[in-house]
């Protein structure tokens, strides 16, 4: 029997979406577990989410440098022994640095996890620091370092960013090789003696889990004490430059980057998830206003994207694209009127449908397989996301009408108030227009 593909499926709406933040289990040493259990395959992956990040460091780029060194050697094994371990039990490790914590995750075999395990966690309680190994990590950090900064999108992030948070404000960090080379043994033994501790940890354990792994976490980690009291979430205090748009020059640069952001509210804020759908219509998801209006009708980007980002202190909208040179006042120009139009236009009804149901469908995958949901529970320690912030955010896309966004519209959006930075060649860019 043939599809009829002229009429188009049925559109169901979604039935209940609910995430319960299951209960920390406390560990003998004082150590927090949270665990995420049903999994299908006999893999887990536990991360520790350790306090001490990008805001805690002394100078430039001591977290990373610091999370790195821990697994070059620690009392038992050396940097090449660790690696060649780790990758015969078929084991991986990976570690992000954040504003507030460091991120350390070991992805295992059940089978070989109490093999894996006590291996990860020695390079986090005993590492030696050998210079031979440091002096690597400083050589692949300035090589990353110095080829991002030829690139006009990370020249236009930075300068935003010293614009909105201020110039000593620790997200307006800038590193440079220069700042990278400088770093010395004795910075990374300050930052470990600082924040590897016991009591700085929280852990997530996912996958398919059984008391077994439980008790091996148990017994790995029950001779790791603590050493204190934990240390401070950090709020930097913000002190942005009165500058509102700044052109930063690229010599040679083929296309423009344009980033800008415009302040909102924390997350916390009872604004800021109806915010974020806002920014979901301006600019998303692929059918999005910027999207079409930019990309498909007038051709001047390949990509334009918005989005609402929240930490405890601090929340705003942030739109970014690269275009080339000779377009970059037509985007401002147009940016600039879809975001007029969400003050002075309630949103369509079909339009927003269509936004809820992409929202749902994003939110739906995070509840796919374990290691997703431990990754949103995670997330409580990286960006201040509550336990029940999972159940609110699906309240609020279902509840939330086109006049309760368009009222939020005229509360928050104030074009006076929008910071831009453009990253191009100077040399190509045509005379400002009324932007």
Same mark, same amino acid.
Request: a negative charge.
């Given at each position: 029997?043939?599809?009829?593909?002229?009429?188009?499926?049925?559109?169901?709406?979604?039935?209940?979406?609910?995430?319960?933040?299951?209960?920390?289990?406390?560990?003998?040493?004082?150590?927090?577990?949270?665990?995420?259990?049903?999994?299908?395959?006999?893999?887990?992956?536990?991360?520790?989410?350790?306090?001490?990040?990008?805001?805690?460091?002394?100078?430039?780029?001591?977290?990373?440098?610091?999370?790195?060194?821990?697994?070059?050697?620690?009392?038992?094994?050396?940097?090449?022994?660790?690696?060649?371990?780790?990758?015969?039990?078929?084991?991986?490790?990976?570690?992000?640095?954040?504003?507030?914590?460091?991120?350390?995750?070991?992805?295992?075999?059940?089978?070989?996890?109490?093999?894996?395990?006590?291996?990860?966690?020695?390079?986090?309680?005993?590492?030696?620091?050998?210079?031979?190994?440091?002096?690597?990590?400083?050589?692949?950090?300035?090589?990353?370092?110095?080829?991002?900064?030829?690139?006009?999108?990370?020249?236009?992030?930075?300068?935003?960013?010293?614009?909105?948070?201020?110039?000593?404000?620790?997200?307006?960090?800038?590193?440079?090789?220069?700042?990278?080379?400088?770093?010395?043994?004795?910075?990374?033994?300050?930052?470990?003696?600082?924040?590897?501790?016991?009591?700085?940890?929280?852990?997530?354990?996912?996958?398919? @889990?059984?008391?077994? /792994?439980?008790? !091996? %976490?148990?017994?790995? $980690?029950?001779?790791? *004490?603590?050493?204190?009291?934990?240390? &401070?979430?950090?709020?930097?205090?913000?002190?942005?430059?009165?500058?509102?748009?700044?052109?930063?020059?690229?010599?040679?640069?083929?296309?423009?980057?344009?980033?800008?952001?415009?302040?909102?509210?924390?997350?916390?804020?009872?604004?800021?998830?109806?915010?974020?759908?806002?920014?979901?219509?301006?600019?998303?998801?692929?059918?999005?206003?910027?999207?079409?209006?930019?990309?498909?009708?007038?051709?001047?980007?390949?990509?334009?994207?918005?989005?609402?980002?929240?930490?405890?202190?601090?929340?705003?909208?942030?739109?970014?694209?690269?275009?080339?040179?000779?377009?970059?006042?037509?985007?401002?120009?147009?940016?600039?009127?879809?975001?007029?139009?969400?003050?002075?236009?309630? @949103?369509?009804?079909? /339009?927003?449908? !269509? %936004?809820?149901?992409? $929202?749902?469908?994003? *939110?739906?995958?995070?509840?796919?397989? &374990?290691?997703?949901?431990?990754?949103?529970?995670?997330?409580?320690?990286?960006?201040?996301?509550?336990?029940?912030?999972?159940?609110?955010?699906?309240?609020?896309?279902?509840?939330?009408?086109?006049?309760?966004?368009?009222?939020?519209?005229?509360?928050?959006?104030?074009?006076?108030?929008?910071?831009?930075?453009?990253?191009?060649?100077?040399?190509?860019?045509?005379?400002?227009?009324?932007?």
């Amino acid at each position: 029997m043939a599809v009829d593909r002229s009429t188009p499926p049925p559109v169901s709406d979604f039935r209940e979406i609910r995430l319960d933040v299951p209960e920390p289990i406390m560990l003998s040493n004082g150590m927090k577990l949270w665990i995420v259990g049903n999994g299908e395959d006999e893999i887990n992956k536990l991360t520790i989410y350790m306090t001490g990040g990008a805001f805690h460091e002394s100078r430039p780029m001591q977290a990373t440098a610091c999370s790195m060194a821990v697994f070059n050697g620690n009392k038992n094994l050396t940097h090449a022994q660790i690696a060649e371990a780790i990758d015969f039990y078929g084991a991986w490790r990976s570690l992000q640095v954040y504003d507030n914590c460091t991120t350390f995750a070991l992805s295992s075999l059940n089978d070989n996890f109490n093999n894996t395990l006590p291996i990860f966690i020695d390079c986090l309680r005993f590492p030696v620091f050998p210079d031979n190994e440091f002096e690597l990590n400083k050589r692949q950090l300035s090589v990353n370092c110095a080829t991002a900064r030829e690139k006009v999108k990370y020249i236009a992030n930075k300068e935003i960013l010293r614009l909105y948070y201020g110039e000593h404000h620790p997200l307006a960090t800038d590193p440079t090789p220069t700042h990278i080379n400088s770093l010395t043994q004795h910075h990374m033994r300050e930052f470990y003696s600082a924040f590897y501790k016991a009591q700085n940890c929280n852990l997530v354990l996912s996958g398919r @889990i059984t008391h077994k /792994e439980i008790a !091996t %976490v148990e017994s790995t $980690m029950s001779q790791w *004490l603590p050493d204190g009291d934990p240390e &401070p979430i950090l709020e930097p205090e913000m002190s942005p430059s009165p500058e509102m748009l700044k052109i930063v020059n690229k010599d040679g640069a083929v296309q423009a980057a344009i980033v800008m952001m415009l302040k909102t509210v924390p997350r916390q804020h009872p604004d800021y998830l109806k915010l974020r759908i806002l920014t979901t219509v301006l600019g998303g998801y692929f059918g999005s206003r910027l999207m079409t209006n930019i990309r498909e009708d007038k051709g001047y980007t390949y990509g334009i994207n918005a989005s609402h980002s929240g930490r405890s202190f601090d929340g705003y909208i942030g739109i970014s694209t690269e275009c080339d040179t000779k377009h970059v006042w037509n985007v401002l120009h147009e940016t600039k009127r879809e975001l007029q139009r969400l003050c002075d236009e309630p @949103i369509p009804e079909q /339009e927003l449908q !269509t %936004v809820k149901r992409h $929202m749902l469908s994003e *939110l739906v995958r995070t509840l796919d397989t &374990p290691f997703n949901i431990a990754s949103y529970i995670g997330s409580m320690f990286c960006y201040g996301i509550y336990p029940t912030y999972f159940n609110e955010q699906i309240h609020e896309i279902i509840s939330t009408t086109s006049h309760d966004l368009q009222a939020i519209a005229q509360r928050y959006i104030d074009l006076s108030q929008l910071r831009i930075v453009i990253a191009c060649d100077k040399n190509n860019l045509p005379k400002d227009t009324d932007i």
